[in-house]
Each structure stands twice: as structure tokens, then as C-alpha cells.
């Protein structure tokens, strides 16, 4: 076996040191929520805007950072909430409401990332597949992120929908006398640790 040169060692350690660099400038850390989701759906009826609020709900999710500790990346992102888990507090609206949603067959509501960019202006670009109702669409959204000292990642954002894409019937009050508007606004702020 051919020894190498010095010249050629040289080289090949710094081309091992580049490679261990680039391996370790994007490792993928877990995240998952702990303590804080703040979640808020927010609609119109006939009478007066509605409002239902929850503070439950579990996310995953895989983030990339460079060596110097910056976010560069989102490669998996999972993120379920308990439809039971949204409160007006109003009974006979969160009802309707829970009906409307088919709680029955379909507890939870869920997003699951299909792709996402981060850019230098702490904000997130993401695609993926929303289930509502037990429909599941394509959506994109942008979210918020921001660093914290204890480097916990705080997300939050917010996105439009309409309950007919996903099939929803928009609940109806009083006998029906009473209806909603169909557009509804999903506002989330949550945070993430290791």
C-alpha cells in the first residue's frame, strides 16, 4: 500500500474538517411544546364576531441551525390540537360548533409540514396538509419565529380559512335563525423546547 505524501494528507484532512463542518453547521435538533400554545379562532355571525380560544395542543418539530446559532432550516413539523380543546364561553356555540367539526369521528385538528423555508427575516415559509373536520388541504402559511435566551423557539402567526374548503357546514344558532360567516382567522403563538 502506497504511502501518502505529506501534501496529500494535508489536503485530505482539510477536505475531513470542511465535511465535519458542514455536518455539524446544519444538526437537526427536537423540539416539542411543553408548557405554552395559545391558540385563537376567530369568526363573524349576523349578530357579533365569535371568538374561540384553547390553550391545548402538542407540536414536534426538527429545526436546523448553522454553527453560529442561527435557525437555517424546518425539516418535520407536526402539530395537533383537541377540537374539544376550543372554548367561547358560550356552551350551546361551542356545541354547534364541535358538531360542525364532526368531533365525533374527527377529534383533533391537525397540520403536518410538507415543506418549509426559513428566511433572514425571522419568518417561516410553510407548506403542508391541514386536516379539518377529517378533510385534509394543502395550505401555506407564514409564521414568526424568535430565538429566546433559554433557546426555546417562540412561533406564532396567523392564516385565513374558509370552512367550506374543508367541508364545514358554518354552525347556525338559535333554530338557525343565527349564522356564521364562513371565513374564519387561525392565530397560534406557541413555543418550543429541546
Known amino acids: 500500500m502506497k504511502k501518502l505524501s505529506l501534501s496529500m494528507k494535508k489536503k485530505l484532512l482539510i477536505f475531513l474538517s470542511m465535511l465535519l463542518i458542514t455536518v455539524t453547521s446544519f444538526a437537526q435538533v427536537k423540539y416539542v411544546t411543553k408548557d405554552y400554545v395559545n ?26 441551525f448553522n454553527t453560529s446559532g442561527e435557525l437555517t432550516g424546518l425539516s418535520t413539523l407536526k402539530f395537533v ?13 361551542d356545541n354547534n360548533a364541535y358538531n360542525a367539526l364532526k368531533v365525533d369521528k374527527n377529534p383533533n385538528i391537525t397540520f403536518i409540514l410538507t415543506t418549509a423555508v426559513v428566511g433572514t427575516d425571522s419568518a417561516i415559509k410553510c407548506n403542508g396538509k ?16 424568535k430565538i429566546n435566551a433559554d433557546k426555546s423557539i417562540t412561533v406564532s402567526g396567523t392564516k385565513k380559512l374558509s370552512m367550506s374548503d374543508f367541508k364545514v357546514e358554518p354552525p347556525t344558532f338559535m333554530m338557525g335563525a343565527i349564522k356564521t ?12 423546547s429541546r
Open 39 to 64: 391558540l385563537l379562532v376567530s369568526g363573524t355571525s349576523m349578530l357579533h364576531d365569535w371568538d374561540m380560544k384553547s390553550a391545548k395542543g402538542t407540536c414536534t418539530a426538527s429545526f436546523a
Open 81 to 93: 390540537t383537541p377540537v374539544k380543546g376550543l372554548k367561547s364561553g358560550h356552551t350551546g356555540m
Open 130 to 145: 391541514l386536516t379539518v373536520a377529517g378533510f385534509t388541504k394543502d395550505v401555506d402559511l407564514v409564521a414568526v419565529y
Open 181 to 192: 360567516g364562513n371565513e374564519i382567522v387561525f392565530k397560534f403563538d406557541l413555543t418550543l
